[in-house]
């Protein structure tokens, strides 16, 4: 192996919720293709350590290559938009996950892979089914942090880490669901680690 060539443990599979990037102090911009639906997106996959900490740009000499993943673009502008401003076709979002992650799992996964396994992953765990069957919907209303867990764990028979972030008025909403994955990327697994949460007991889930 090369010597930029880093070993780790295990993925993060990272889904956000669209209107909780959107309605923070900073606001967002719909890509170019449009409003994206109102579902979870996702954020990136992540090789991760078991300890916590985890490598990243792994690679500078494997540039991201929008040519190489051509056939995977309508799905991924569908499930991978970047809502970032200014508006834009998502290539500075999908380059920079690409460069500060993709590049870590390039033993396990080269690019077109690793795009093509998170969009395959994204269709295994359907995080929002799995709310809206426990009645968490993304109405604008406060839900218990518990109960978001607990639905989940139902729904997709795994335990997710979440991560929130807050609104334009200071509430704690739900912002990132993490899912872990196993180092050859085929399978979901128990969380090894899971991220620091810093949501309130309860959290908003905004419309988008
Ligand atoms: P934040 O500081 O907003 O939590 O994270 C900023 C960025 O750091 C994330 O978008 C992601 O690229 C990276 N990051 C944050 N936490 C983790 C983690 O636990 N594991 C990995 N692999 N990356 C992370
Ligand atoms: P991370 O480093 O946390 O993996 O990715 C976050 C970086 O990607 C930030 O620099 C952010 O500006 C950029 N980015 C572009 N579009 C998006 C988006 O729609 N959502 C998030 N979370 N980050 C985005
Ligand atoms: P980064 O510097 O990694 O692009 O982004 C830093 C933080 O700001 C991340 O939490 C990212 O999600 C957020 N961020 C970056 N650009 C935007 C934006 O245009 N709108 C919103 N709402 N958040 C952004």
């Known amino acids: 192996l090369p010597t930029f060539a880093q070993d780790f443990d295990f993925f993060y599979f990272v889904q956000n ?17 449009g409003k994206p639906s109102a579902d979870f997106k ?4 992540w090789p991760n350590y078991n300890d916590g900490t985890y490598p990243s740009n792994c690679d500078p000499s494997s540039p991201f290559d929008r040519t190489q993943i051509s056939d995977l673009v309508s799905s991924m502008e569908k499930n991978w938009p970047s809502l970032a ?3 834009s076709d998502n290539t500075k979002f999908w ?7 993709g590049t870590c799992s390039e033993s ?3 690019q077109y892979e690793y ?17 809206q069957t426990a009645g968490i919907n993304p109405d604008g209303s406060h839900y218990s942090l518990d109960k978001i867990k607990s639905a989940i764990e139902e729904g997709i028979k795994l335990t997710p880490g979440i991560s929130c972030n807050v609104d334009g ?5 739900l912002y990132e669901i993490y899912l872990c994955v196993d180092s ?11 991220p620091n949460s810093n949501c309130a007991s309860s959290v908003e889930f905004p419309k988008f």
């Open 115 to 131: 795009f093509e396994t998170t969009l395959n992953l994204k269709a295994q765990a359907n995080i929002l089914q799995a709310l």
């Open 95 to 101: 380059s920079h996950e690409w460069n500060k992650h």
């Open 17 to 33: 919720w669209p209107g909780s990037y959107c309605d923070t102090e900073r606001s967002c911009c719909y890509p170019r293709t």
């Open 85 to 87: 401003c200014p508006s």
């Open 42 to 45: 996702i954020h990136g996959l």
């Open 184 to 194: 050859s990327a085929s399978n979901f697994i128990d969380c090894p680690v899971f």
């Open 169 to 173: 008025s200071g509430n704690s909403q």
């Open 108 to 110: 396990v996964l080269d």
